[in-house]
C-alpha cells in the first residue's frame, strides 16, 4: 500500500483545497513511462497527502476486521485514494488552486475533475409498520413479486459476492450477521458500520438470511460485502465510489450494487465503470427518483439501470425514466432490515436496485460459470415485458424474473445494453 508523508510546506498547508480526480494517461502513453503515477505526484506536488492503494484496502470477517476503516484519521484532506488499473489510472486527492494548475500542464495526465457529491436515493423517510414476527419467517411482498421463492429451487445464490456500495451495512442484525462476510470504509473517520439505515436496508433485500424469524432477502445464502462509499449522512464523494469500485475489481466481487447517484459525474467514474464491467464485475444502479432524467451512475452503458414499480405492476411516479432504463423491480413500501435488529419500510429506486442485485445473484448462482455478461443476458431475456412489447423506457425490458432467470436451461441471446 504505498503511502506518502505531507512535507513541511506551511504556505502550501495553509491555502485552501478542494477534492480532485486525476486520471493519468496509460502508462506506455506517458511522457515518463518508468514512474508509478502516485510518485509522479509526489514529485509534483509540494505537500502530498496520505494515498491509499484502494483495492488493497482488507474487509476480513469478523467483527475485529470488519472495524477497519480505509482512510486514516479525520481529515478528508489529508487522504487520497489510488486506482491501480491499465484501463483506469486514477488518483483521488485534495489540492491547492495552483496545485490543480500545475497538474493540467503535467504531460503525464490526462485530465483533473473536480470531485462531487453522490448520494444515497430513499424517497422519504422511513416507516416502521408491520414489523416482521419474531417467530416465523417473512417473504416480503417484492420477494414474490419478481417470483424469488420459487428460484430457491434452483439457487440461493450461495457463495456469490455481492458488494453494497452504500452508506455499509449493520453486520450484527439478526437476518444479515451470517452472510456479510466484510465489510470496507472508503469514508474518512468512519468505520463501515452503517449509522445512516439506507445500506443496511439494501442488504436485507439482497440477501437477508432464512433463520426462521424476521425477513428473507432474495439471495439468502449470497455472501455480502459492506463497501461504504457515503458517509452516515446519506451523501459521499464521486471519488469514494470510484475507489470502492476498484476495490470490488481486486477482491472478486461478482455483483456491485448501488443504490445510489447524482448528476455531473466526472468522466473518471465512467472510465472506473468500463474497466469493472471489463474486469467481470456486473453494475447494477438505481435510476433515479427525479421522475426525469436517469442519473449517474445508472446511465452509463455497462451498468444496469434499474426502475421502480408498485405492487400492481405501476411505474412509481418518483422513478427516473429514459433510454438508459433496462430492468424495473419493486421500489414503493418495501420492507427489509434496519440497524439495531430493526426493520421498516422504504420507497425508492434505491430499493429497487437490490431486487435486481438479489435475482443476479441467483441467476450466478445457478450457473456458476457464467460471465457477468450472459448474467445480463439471462435477466433481460427473461424479464417480465409490462410495457410496450420489448424494451420501453419505463419499465426498460421489463421486470426482473428471478425464477426465470436462475432456472433457465439454455444460454440466454445476447440483449443490447441500453443506451
Not at 469514508?187 to 433485500?205: E, I, K, R, S
Not at 452509463?300 to 411505474?315: E, L
Not at 431475456?381 to 409490462?386: E, G, M, V
Request: glycine share 10%.
Amino acid at each position: 500500500m504505498p503511502t506518502n508523508s505531507r512535507r513541511n510546506n506551511p504556505t502550501s498547508d495553509k491555502a485552501p483545497r478542494r477534492s480532485v480526480i486525476v486520471t493519468f494517461k496509460a502508462k506506455d502513453e506517458r511522457a515518463d513511462t518508468v514512474t508509478d503515477k502516485v510518485d509522479l505526484l509526489t514529485q509534483a506536488l509540494a505537500s502530498p497527502p496520505q494515498i491509499l492503494d484502494a483495492a488493497d484496502m482488507i474487509a476480513a470477517a469478523g467483527v475485529e476486521g470488519l472495524q477497519r476503516v480505509a482512510a486514516a484519521g479525520t481529515d478528508a484532506e489529508g487522504v487520497g485514494f489510488d486506482v491501480n488499473l491499465y484501463e483506469a489510472p486514477i488518483v483521488s486527492l485534495s489540492l491547492t488552486e495552483d496545485e490543480i494548475k500545475s497538474l493540467k500542464g503535467n504531460p503525464n495526465i490526462a485530465a483533473v475533475e473536480d470531485d462531487g457529491l453522490c448520494y444515497a436515493l430513499p424517497v422519504d423517510a422511513l416507516v416502521f409498520e408491520d414489523q416482521p414476527s419474531l417467530a416465523a419467517e417473512t417473504v416480503p411482498q417484492g420477494l414474490s413479486q419478481i417470483k424469488a421463492p420459487p428460484a430457491w429451487g434452483a439457487s440461493r445464490g450461495k457463495g456469490i459476492r455481492v458488494a453494497v456500495l452504500d452508506t455499509g451495512i449493520d453486520w450484527t442484525h439478526p437476518d444479515l450477521a451470517a452472510n456479510v462476510k466484510g465489510a470496507v470504509s472508503f469514508v474518512p473517520g468512519q468505520t463501515a458500520m452503517d449509522g445512516n439505515g439506507h445500506g443496511t436496508h439494501c442488504a436485507g433485500t439482497i440477501a437477508a438470511a432464512i433463520n426462521g424469524k424476521g425477513v428473507v432477502g432474495v439471495a439468502p445464502e449470497a455472501d455480502l460485502f459492506a463497501v461504504k462509499v457515503l458517509a452516515n449522512s446519506g451523501q459521499g464523494n464521486w471519488s469514494y465510489l470510484i475507489a470502492g469500485l476498484a476495490w470490488c475489481v481486486k477482491n472478486q466481487i461478482r455483483i456491485a450494487s448501488m443504490s445510489l447517484g447524482g448528476s455531473q459525474a466526472p468522466l473518471a467514474l465512467q472510465a472506473m465503470c468500463e474497466a469493472a464491467f471489463n474486469a467481470g464485475v456486473l453494475l447494477v444502479a438505481a435510476a433515479g427518483n427525479t421522475g426525469a432524467k436517469v442519473g449517474s451512475p445508472a446511465k452509463y452503458k455497462q451498468v444496469i439501470a434499474v426502475g421502480a414499480i408498485d405492487s400492481a405492476n405501476q411505474p412509481a411516479g418518483f422513478s427516473s425514466k429514459g433510454p438508459e432504463v433496462e430492468l424495473c423491480a419493486p421500489g414503493v413500501a418495501v420492507l427489509s432490515t434496519l440497524p439495531g435488529g430493526a426493520y421498516g419500510k422504504l420507497n425508492g429506486t434505491s430499493m429497487a436496485c437490490p431486487h435486481v442485485s438479489g435475482a443476479a445473484a441467483l441467476a450466478w448462482g445457478a450457473h456458476r460459470f457464467a460471465s457477468n455478461v450472459q448474467i445480463w443476458n439471462l435477466l433481460a431475456s427473461t424479464a417480465d415485458n409490462l410495457g410496450s412489447p420489448g424494451w420501453d423506457p419505463i419499465f426498460g425490458y421489463g421486470r426482473v424474473d428471478a425464477d426465470q432467470a436462475a432456472g433457465a436451461l439454455t444460454p440466454a441471446p445476447s440483449v443490447p445494453m441500453k443506451p
